[in-house]
């Protein structure tokens, strides 16, 4: 077949793979087929790289037939949006980037239906529909997700997938402090300075050039301690501190990251509990 050929049939897949990405986003649902095919030159020359039926067929065969139900925390500042659980959003961050469609079931956690208590009896979110069961806890769901929909991997490597994981409880005991001069403040700077050495020299990622499992955990972290300190402690990350700075903005600025997360007067109104106690 002449390139022009290849040209044509491939163009008509991806127009018609655009239809039904455009068909499903109609619907309220984020998931890209164009995606998979790559540019094809058109000035005669010969073409780069073509998507393959088989690629196609497989990506899409991974797919539930009806969008996955997931119960994260609601909005407490504004109706019908998403609330402020880090935990919710490494969840949702997932979905979005295996581009699985899910239906979100916002829950208000201060006045719980009775449905959603019969499938989370301890009241938490999130909660996701799997092969017809409700699955709790974020850590789990997110590796259900990687073993029922491996394509694409966002598996973190067993030896990285734990760096970055004091900075969150460090920022907690941080944000609890009541003294400057206790430590807490220190302790926290140690964790964020030993992930920027890690990203210095292996980023930009936790797992090097591809984002993973382990960022999608780490980055809705990141965003609630930038807002809750700023907001009630008047602290930011230091500028000695480049490489972390540089990871924020790339974990923030992804677009799975803009539409999963919540608005910062939702995150402050979450955060104030603890600021009182």
Known sequence: MSTAGI?????AKATAACALSSTIKHLGFNFSV?????????????PRRL?????????MSSYPSNPLEVCVKA????PNRLGDCPFCQRVLLTMEEKHVPYEMKLIDLANKPDWF????PEG??????????????????TQLLEEKFPEPPVGTPPEKASIGSKIFPTFISFFKSKYRSDGREQALLNELSSFNGHIKENGPFINGQKVSAADFSLGPKLYHLEIALGHYKQWSIPDSLPHLKSYMQ???????????????????????PKVMG
């Not at 208590?117 to 989370?120: K, V, W």
């Open 124 to 141: 938490k979110v999130p909660v996701a529909k799997l092969d017809e069961k409700w699955i709790p806890d974020s850590d789990v769901i």
């Open 75 to 78: 909005s407490t500042t504004t």
């Open 117 to 120: 208590l019969q499938i989370s």
């Open 34 to 46: 164009c995606r998979n095919f790559s540019a094809v030159a058109t000035n005669g020359s010969r």
């Open 250 to 272: 790339a974990i923030f600025s992804m677009d799975s990251f803009v539409k999963t997360r919540a608005l910062p007067e939702d995150v402050i109104a979450g955060w104030r």
């Open 7 to 11: 040209h044509s049939t491939v163009s």
């Open 51 to 59: 998507a393959t039926k088989r690629n196609l067929a497989l990506a």
